[in-house]
């Protein structure tokens, strides 16, 4: 696609409920990432992957956070047993895949925990 | 830890003034500098990327890097009430494939 697609634009859920969010990165992109962002605050990483494996998983938060790219395309985020606390918007970014590359961000999925 | 710093603001410039937004770094072996913006409910978009100290110009926008004082800067010339944004400073380590980022500073640009 044209660029990075991101859905649901919007998700509300109730605690405790499983949640997953999808992104589809720019054709071609070989590096996708998960960044969450809080009002008022920068892009707080999550989780890289280079093709189908996770590179760097060091900002998942804690173990109820998951994602995977079975294919190497589209990533699945994974949130369990969700918490009023992960409300946040979910940003999903590709790159070229290599050092130094810039990343392309996704409109975003608004997650709200009620 | 790699850190990045940069002043919330808002940054309250007059249409057509100049705008100079900055930041610092704390990783010393960082390569690659960005700059993007982010108006109120969007997501980052790239504005400039600058990999070597001195200045890089784009139009109405130049980013100035010194390595040597771990500080970036963007400045926005001839402002304008569009440009009113959250923009966002980041960086990638050498050999990094994973970008820092700032918590960003607020413009807002008044007529």
């Known amino acids: 696609g044209a660029g990075v697609s991101q859905t649901p634009s919007n998700k509300v859920t109730e605690k405790g409920k499983y949640v997953e969010l999808r992104c589809d990165p720019i054709?071609?992109?070989?590096?996708l990432y998960w960044y969450r962002q809080s009002l008022g605050q920068g892009p707080e990483f999550l989780i890289y992957?280079?093709?189908?494996?996770?590179?760097?998983d060091s900002g998942l938060p804690n173990d109820r956070f998951f994602a995977v790219r079975p294919e190497g395309s589209v990533s699945t985020l994974k949130i369990q047993r969700t918490e009023r606390g992960d409300s946040a918007v979910y940003l999903c970014?590709?790159?070229?895949?290599?050092?130094?590359?810039?990343?392309?961000f996704g409109e975003g999925s608004w997650l709200t925990v009620v | 830890q790699k850190e990045v710093e940069q002043n919330s603001g808002p940054l309250s410039v007059p249409e057509g003034a100049i705008a100079s937004l900055n930041c610092t770094y704390s990783?010393?072996?960082?390569?690659?500098f960005f700059w993007y913006r982010q108006y109120s409910g969007k997501s980052p978009e790239l504005i400039m990327s600058?990999?070597?100290?001195g200045d890089k110009e784009d139009g109405r926008f130049t980013a100035q890097l010194n390595k040597a004082s771990q500080y970036v800067s963007l400045l926005i010339r001839d402002s304008q009430p569009s440009d009113s944004a959250t923009y966002l400073c980041?960086?990638?380590?050498?050999?990094?494939?994973?970008?820092?980022f700032g918590r960003g500073t607020s413009l807002i640009v008044h007529p």
């Open positions: 054709s071609g992109h070989t590096a």
């Open positions: 992957f280079q093709g189908t494996g996770a590179a760097d």
């Open positions: 600058i990999y070597s100290n």
């Open positions: 980041a960086f990638l380590s050498g050999g990094s494939y994973i970008p820092t």
């Open positions: 970014a590709s790159s070229l895949g290599q050092a130094g590359n810039t990343i392309y």
């Open positions: 990783d010393r072996v960082s390569q690659s």
